[in-house]
């Protein structure tokens, strides 16, 4: 069956080290991925979107990896801050919709 | 800014009654989408509509329809709200990729 995962668990991390989500998937090819947050309560927030020939995409202190032969991108804040605290949700590309993971909750710690 | 507007943060209906859910955008986009979102899932696709009057089946369109009128306004509309229709529902609107969402309604049936 088709599956994208993200770690169910929260991710807690020191102030000013790099975080790291990691967004898995299963019999997709998505032409592109992207990565949202989500605050509690809120609508997610576009970040980043990275297409399946590109293998790095940044973003001030953003960046996202896509690997379709592991079939994993890997989102990466550094010099995490308290206010990176939040959901991340990636979605993957399928026919022109977007397919969702459940999210990974992060939690910066000062 | 992309501002996208939903009628009401939150909602309690009772069992049976009709709900609309109202969804604004002031971009101009063609493409318009309703979700829920369930606690450890994914964002779930209800319906989307790439243009006024056209709208498609998402994955979970049972108990729901949708209505596009105008452009800028997409509404969802529960016919009879039972219990299991609890949820946050999101709407978001998209150029051609990314999506914009708005704060959601957070609807509970009783």
């Known amino acids: 069956s088709q599956k994208i995962e993200q770690n169910s668990e929260a991710l807690n991390i020191q102030e000013g080290k790099t975080a790291t989500l990691t967004c898995n998937y299963t019999n997709y090819s998505p032409a592109y991925l992207q990565w949202y947050r989500q605050d509690p309560g809120r609508g997610p927030v576009f970040l980043l979107l990275i297409r399946e020939n590109e293998k790095e995409k940044r973003k001030e202190r953003l960046k996202v990896t896509f690997d379709t032969t592991l079939k994993q991108s890997l989102f990466h804040i550094t010099a995490s801050q308290p206010a990176d605290s939040a959901t991340y949700l990636c979605?993957?590309?399928?026919?022109?919709?977007?397919?969702w993971g459940a999210g990974t909750k992060l939690i910066i710690k000062p | 800014d992309v501002k996208v507007t939903q009628s009401s943060r939150y909602l309690v209906k009772r069992t049976g009654e009709k709900v609309f859910l109202e969804c604004v955008q002031d971009?101009?986009?063609?493409?318009m989408f309703w979700y829920r979102q369930d606690p450890g899932l994914g964002l779930r696709l209800i319906y989307f509509?790439?243009?006024?009057?056209?709208?498609e089946k998402g994955d979970i369109p049972e108990g729901y329809s949708v209505s596009r009128e105008k452009k800028e306004r997409f509404s969802l509309i529960l016919e009879s709200a039972s219990t299991n229709q609890t949820s946050m529902y999101l709407c978001?609107?998209?150029?051609?990729?990314?999506?914009?969402f708005g704060p959601g309604t957070r609807l509970t049936v009783t």
């Open positions: 971009m101009d986009h063609e493409n």
């Open positions: 979605a993957l590309a399928d026919n022109y919709q977007l397919i």
């Open positions: 509509s790439y243009d006024v009057k056209m709208k």
């Open positions: 978001a609107s998209s150029p051609t990729d990314e999506q914009y």
